[in-house]
């Protein structure tokens, strides 16, 4: 056990000789026990000097080693879900050494990515896609005539998305020859580990007991009477284990719970499930930041960790004078001062209570708030719900995660005009987490969308008053700010609203140029475009609205000035620039048009500076673009 992080490297002697996972089988029960504490030591010396997910690859590092032994990887396919899980799996795949470049621009991936690694059998961002994808891979080796085998490690709540159970009735369904494997660390479902349960769930996966199972339902199924007898003592028995019933039901053959840190039973647990047919289903309970006393004790705060900076560095930093706040915490604290006055207010978040700040709203209002796991689709309908009896419901939800419930979004929600506001966090760039998480998609989806007004600030003052202008809209309604903090402008006291569909002129150019540039930007980008207006002495023009535009200032715009440029953080395809071009061309308008934001490619991982730069959407490239255009 491990109570802090270590300040240097550890040793790995015998983790460095693993270059491949045959290697793994090569070693002896006490190597494998001590090549644990290796991995756990690495794991929690990488991280602490690169950042990243660490809580749920310490709760794994026994299963990851074990499936690697046991199996024939990467012939037989490991999925992982949620991918953070996956640190071991990378660790012990031939990447230790460059897991310090984890979430580094040209690095190694914070997930699982088919083309980093052939150890890597599906690419992973979003949670409760393993099983689905592990079926299709099991019904493709099939058809291909392999016996190759396909595993699912669902985990960390993501077996509380529907999309999970949708993949789990199909496989019963169609009885493939499936392994998934429930990773309970105390994040979803119950525990119940004890020496009964572990002794009846090796009993169940013995060879011994399947042959006679087998045998058993052979003759018996001849005899109905004994067979239905048969059928009912079997599921009495399983009902001592553990929650069976339901995945039975489902057509799996449920074994567990097993203690998913007792190695040696895990790997016979293993072996022996490795030749069952049929659909399997394994349920451990693992401890989440297993190893490392703090992440143990609590691991919600522990579930990622920031990269540790060396001591005179923190020493010798100036305190701000002026506390920045993220834009997440505007809203935290914008959903707390709107519910203390309009009892109507419901928040609903699909599990990131945390991350959406919602925290002090969940104690001060619990029976107004509404965590619905990791299930984005129920939470828009939800929140329709809510809305039809005249609640005014708010879904905290990021922009990456927001994809998943398009249609609900669509449907539920636009189609019947209700009035639901999206608190859409993390849009743009989100940096180290890769393309999996950057919400540079979702103006371009939602314009679409009628009925739909949507908003993005360019300061912590405007996402305020932007979230009450929507809370307060009659209908659908979207605000998207980026992850981080803003420019550190004073937040004004009380509720105020925009005008709806007002841009706001912040500079003017000078009148000897004034038919030169202007800029049209969009929320998190007006800082930047307020350094090249200063040094092209171009007009700025902080749109705010995406839907309504502020048509009346896009005329006048057009009518003074020789250039326009849009600015955005999202695609720009189907984005803001997209919108003006279509104003101008439905008014038989021509104006020479210059449209910058995120490219038609995916945006890697590395920082937020990194990436916008890559983007040409710093100062520097801003510059160079403009200048090219007017060549």
């Not at 985990?155 to 998934?180: C, I, K, S, W, Y």
């Not at 689709?377 to 329709?384: E, F, N, S």
């Not at 393309?435 to 007004?453: A, E, K, N, Q, Y």
């Not at 202008?469 to 998207?480: D, F, K, L, M, S």
């Amino acid at each position: 056990m491990f109570d802090a992080l270590p300040t240097q490297a550890p040793l790995t002697p015998l983790l460095d000789t693993i270059k491949q996972t045959v290697d793994l089988k090569k070693l002896s029960a006490r190597q494998l026990l001590l090549l644990v504490r290796e991995v756990r030591a690495w794991l929690l010396w990488s991280v602490s000097q690169t950042g990243g997910h660490f809580g749920a690859g310490l709760g794994v590092v026994e299963l990851t080693l074990a499936l690697h032994t046991v199996f024939d990887t990467p012939e037989d396919r490991l999925v992982w879900d949620v991918g953070h899980q996956a640190y071991p799996h990378k660790i012990l795949t031939g990447r230790k050494e460059s897991l310090l470049t984890i979430r580094q621009k040209n690095g190694v991936a914070a997930f699982p990515k088919r083309s980093e690694s052939a150890y890597d059998a599906f690419g992973v961002g979003h949670s409760s896609t393993s099983i689905s994808a592990a079926l299709g891979m099991a019904l493709a080796a099939k058809a291909q005539g392999s016996k190759r085998r396909s595993i699912a490690i669902i985990g960390d709540g993501a077996l509380t998305a529907g999309m999970a159970f949708e993949a789990l009735a199909h496989a019963g369904h169609l009885q493939p020859n499936l392994l998934v494997i429930l990773n309970d660390n105390e994040m979803s479902i119950s525990e119940s580990v004890g020496g009964m349960a572990t002794y009846l769930a090796r009993l169940l996966v013995s060879e011994p007991f399947n042959q006679l199972r087998e045998g058993s339902r052979r003759v018996l199924s001849k005899l109905p009477l004994a067979w239905e007898l048969a059928l009912k003592t079997e599921e009495q028995v399983k009902s001592f284990i553990g929650p069976s019933s339901l995945f039975e039901e489902l057509g799996f053959n449920y074994i567990g719970p097993v203690d998913g840190h007792d190695l040696p039973e895990l790997m016979g647990t293993l072996k022996s499930l490795k030749h069952l047919k049929g659909p399997q289903f394994l349920h451990l309970v693992t401890k989440k930041g297993k190893g490392f006393i703090p992440a143990e004790a609590d691991p919600i705060s522990y579930h990622a960790l920031s990269k540790l900076e060396k001591p005179s560095k923190l020493v010798t930093e100036p305190t701000p004078a002026i506390k920045k706040l993220s834009y997440s915490n505007v809203f935290g604290q914008w959903l707390c001062d709107t519910a203390a006055v309009d009892k109507r207010l419901l928040g609903i978040t699909p599990a990131m209570r945390e991350g959406s700040d919602m925290v002090r709203f969940s104690r001060e209002y619990p029976e107004r708030y509404f965590d619905v796991a990791i299930a984005e689709q129920h939470a828009v309908t939800l929140a329709a719900g809510m809305a039809c009896e005249g609640m005014k419901p708010v879904v905290a939800i990021y922009s990456t995660f927001l994809q998943r419930a398009y249609d609900q979004l669509i449907h539920d929600v636009a189609v019947q005009n209700l009035d639901v506001l999206f608190a859409i966090d993390r849009a743009g760039v989100v940096g180290e987490d890769g393309p999996t998480h950057h919400g540079t998609l979702d103006i371009s989806f939602l314009r679409c969308v009628p009925d739909m007004l949507i908003m993005a600030p360019a300061d912590e003052n405007e996402c305020r008053q932007m979230l009450t202008t929507g809370y307060q809209y009659q209908g659908p309604a979207a605000v998207r700010y980026p992850r981080g903090k803003g420019p550190g402008v004073l937040i004004e006291e009380g509720l105020t609203c925009l005008p709806i569909g007002k841009a706001q002129v912040r500079r003017k150019a000078s009148k000897e140029k004034s038919k030169k540039i202007a800029l049209l930007v969009l929320g998190s980008l007006v800082a930047t475009a307020a350094e090249v207006a200063e040094q092209l002495d171009a007009t700025l023009v902080n749109l705010r609205f995406v839907k309504p535009l502020d048509e009346q200032l896009l005329l006048e715009i057009a009518a003074s000035h020789e250039l326009l440029v849009t600015l955005e953080e999202n695609a720009i395809m189907g984005g803001v620039g997209s919108a003006i071009n279509e104003f101008y061309a439905s008014q038989n308008l021509q104006p020479k048009l210059l449209n910058l934001g995120i490219p038609d490619l995916w945006v890697d991982q590395g920082s937020q500076q990194e990436l916008l730069a890559d983007c040409g959407l710093d100062v520097k490239g801003v510059l160079a673009a403009i200048k090219k255009r007017l060549i």
